[in-house]
């Protein structure tokens, strides 16, 4: 069974950088294509940015488009999120899910396996 943990999430100030990991067991992540939602206080949960299993394909939500950056480990047991020039807005609960197979998507209900989140705060 997979399982999905993320770390990386913390506190910077606006402005700032933070690099979230998304890291699997009980299977590698090579044939399943990746999304990166985050939920924020009072707010639905949101796709921000997803990933092919193969890698050749990155979804951007437009509002971290450029700021953001997804990719995969060599190690296929593992996806980052690199997150540039922060802002409070970015502020919420960080969740990375997995659904088998070559859909790449931000639509949250396509995704079967999730992580328990970890948080970012964005505030000076």
């Known amino acids: 069974q997979l399982q999905l943990v993320e770390t990386g999430g913390g506190l910077v100030q606006p402005g700032g950088s933070l690099r979230l990991s998304c890291a699997a067991s009980?299977?590698?992540?090579?044939?399943?294509?990746i999304g990166w939602f985050r939920q924020a206080p009072g707010k639905e949960r949101e796709g921000i940015s997803a990933?092919?299993?193969?890698?050749?394909?990155?979804f951007y939500a437009d509002s971290v488009k450029g700021r953001f950056t997804i990719s995969r480990g060599n190690d296929k047991a593992t996806v980052y999120l690199q997150m540039n020039s922060l802002k409070p807005e970015d502020t919420a609960i960080y969740y990375c899910?997995?659904?088998?197979?070559?859909?790449?998507?931000?639509?949250?209900?396509?995704?079967?396996?999730w992580g328990q989140g970890t948080q970012v705060t964005v505030s000076s």
């Open positions: 899910a997995a659904v088998r197979g070559l859909v790449v998507t931000l639509a949250r209900g396509m995704y079967n396996y």
């Open positions: 009980g299977s590698t992540l090579e044939h399943y294509s």
């Open positions: 990933i092919s299993s193969r890698g050749n394909k990155t």
